[in-house]
């Protein structure tokens, strides 16, 4: 490999001859080779907006000439639109704040741009990374705003993917409306439902989420780009913060809109906090829907039985026929590792220090990495396993009539301890609730027939009176 030497204020380093990073990326990689784990595409481009903005702006208010800032912009286009991204080499578990992250693209945008004006890597003269691309700005600036743009990206993308699940829970809840069985408390037999309705409480309970994220989302519009080192301003014109806001705006499609309040934006990470809480909570409703599905899907011999998961791949390498819920089972896997990233978000945004949260990187590496396979297997699971869902009707409606739940039906004609009685007898005898509450004839068998109505028994609102 062939190097170039470039320096910085602590000495001279190598740096690959056909890199567009520089020196101060190249100290990172050398200081920091401690995982494979390089940004997430949308990190990339959100920071390389930024940077796109910043150039635009300080043109605006003249602070920097024309020339450089058209192709500082030209360059950031090409990496918005796909080019160089194997150039964003800075691994996640880095120096503090996402000051090398900030470098790396200023110096490929840079390098870019010198090249686009016929000069060779590394000839700062030309443009150069902190005096022209990070002009106006600062890590401590950057970064946060760069946070804002990628989470949401990424909320947005997730809440249409809840919505697809949501609508495919309450597909499969009209298709099983009419399928009657045993409720379950405590794991043990209860009051009978509908199948479609417990597919329903599915439903629903994913779908709070969206209201969840359209509240951060809306909070994360707040950016405090201007703010520079620690939220005074200092060396970013007033003028250049207004243009940034609006131009930053327009090319992503976000309402964004200045901090209140600059310090207080650029140290807390609490809004960040609160969106993981959004991933959070969505895994943990998930880790419980997929363990329902989990129960009623088991056997098929010793199970619940009552519904199949579509099968997707062979379940053991010995026992021959085996069928896991293998989806469930990757969404449950995958809503434990959200929730240990929420953890990691937590701590780090209790450990900020006086102007500034230098835990950052891995802050916004937890939540990209949340939203994104949050996202993902949400979209499988949908696609390969809650459509393809089947019930066992025959199953279930056999059942449940047997269940010491439907006996609740006669609480409220003969009490509780009468009722208990056609219970005991009917689990001795093997029979029915209704089979038996006739054969003790403790009402007419005409009001039993209304009482255990299959649709009766799960619907509140239809009442029967006292007879």
Excluded at 30 to 49: A, D, G, H, Q, W
Excluded at 213 to 229: C, F, H, Q
Aim: contains cysteine; glycine residues 6%; aromatic residues 6%.
């Amino acid at each position: 490999m062939e190097f170039r030497t470039e320096h910085d204020y602590l000495g001279e380093v190598e740096v690959p001859k056909a890199a567009y990073w520089g020196v101060q990326t190249q100290r990172a990689v050398n200081n920091f080779p401690i995982s494979e784990i390089k940004p997430y595409p949308e990190f990339v481009t959100s920071l390389v907006m930024v940077k796109r903005a910043a150039a635009e702006a300080n043109m605006k208010v003249g602070l920097l000439d024309a020339k450089k800032a058209k192709v500082i912009m030209q360059a950031a286009d090409e990496i918005i639109k796909g080019k160089l991204r194997d150039q964003f080499v800075v691994g996640v578990y880095q120096a503090g704040a996402g000051t090398s992250n900030n470098m790396n693209a200023n110096e490929v945008i840079a390098n870019m741009a010198i090249e686009s004006l016929g000069g060779k890597k590394g000839d700062y003269s030309i443009i150069h990374p902190n005096d022209d691309v990070n002009k106006s700005q600062s890590t401590n600036d950057v970064i946060p705003t760069t946070m804002r743009l990628t989470t949401i990206t990424l909320l947005l993308r997730l809440k249409d993917t809840v919505d697809y699940m949501e609508k495919a829970f309450m597909k499969k809840s009209k298709e099983f409306d009419g399928i009657v069985k045993s409720g379950r408390t405590h794991l043990m037999d209860a009051a009978p439902i509908r199948l479609g309705q417990e597919f329903e409480a599915w439903a629903r309970i994913i779908g709070k989420s969206k209201a969840r994220i359209d509240s951060i989302v809306e909070k994360l519009m707040e950016i405090n780009i201007g703010a520079t080192a620690v939220g005074t301003g200092l060396n970013a014109n007033p003028e250049y913060r207004k243009y940034a806001i609006e131009i930053l705006s327009k090319l992503s499609g976000y309402n964004l809109r200045p901090a209140e309040f600059l310090p207080e934006a650029t140290q807390s990470m609490s809004d960040f906090l609160e969106a993981s809480s959004v991933t959070r909570n969505l895994a943990a409703d998930l880790v419980k829907v997929t363990g329902d599905l989990r129960l009623l899907n088991s056997g098929p011999i010793t199970g619940f039985d009552e519904i199949s998961l579509p099968a997707l791949q062979p379940g053991s390498s010995i026992m021959p026929g085996k069928v896991n819920p293998g989806m469930a089972e990757a969404v449950m896997m995958v809503s434990y590792q959200v929730i240990g990233n929420d953890d990691a978000i937590l701590l780090s945004t209790q450990a900020g220090q006086l102007e500034l949260n230098v835990t950052m990187p891995l802050v916004i590496y937890c939540l990209t990495h949340s939203l994104t396979i949050l996202n993902n297997v949400c979209r499988l699971f949908v696609d390969k396993a809650v459509l393809g869902i089947v019930a066992h009707k025959e199953r279930m409606e056999r059942e449940v009539s047997k269940t010491p739940g439907v006996g609740l039906a006669l609480n409220t004609y003969i009490g509780y301890e009468k009722s208990a009685e056609v219970v005991k007898r009917a689990l001795k005898e093997g029979k029915s609730i209704k089979e038996v509450a006739k054969e003790m004839k403790v009402l007419p068998e005409k009001q039993l027939d209304e009482i255990f109505d299959p649709f009766r028994l799960t619907s509140p609102d239809v009442k029967l009176k006292k007879k």
